[in-house]
């Protein structure tokens, strides 16, 4: 599945500062970076649960807010990109 995720994490302290590098760190691991605080996945189930455990474990739930959304496919069809494009689309190959 393609997921979406957007993220606003508090940043006035230095310990927000922290999460929010941590966040970005985890959505690394699993996706692309579109945006300072967007990234796309593609990704199944188990890696899904993963992914949230590993954003629950860094997230202050009293102050962030993370969202995940569900891409409907065909993307293209659905999603349309203003401006520059990605360096790499996640979904093609990559060849050295």
Known sequence: M??????DVNTETAA???R???VAKVCERFGQR???SVFECVIDQVNLA???DALEQEIDVEQD???LYRLQEPRKK????LGKP??????EPLIF
């Open 16 to 18: 927000g500062r922290r």
């Open 78 to 81: 659905y999603v349309t990109v």
């Open 86 to 91: 990605l360096e790499h689309d996640q979904r």
């Open 20 to 22: 929010l590098r941590r």
């Open 34 to 36: 579109v945006q300072l």
């Open 65 to 67: 807010n993370l969202r």
């Open 50 to 52: 993963l992914l949230i």
């Open 2 to 7: 393609e997921l979406l995720i957007t993220y």
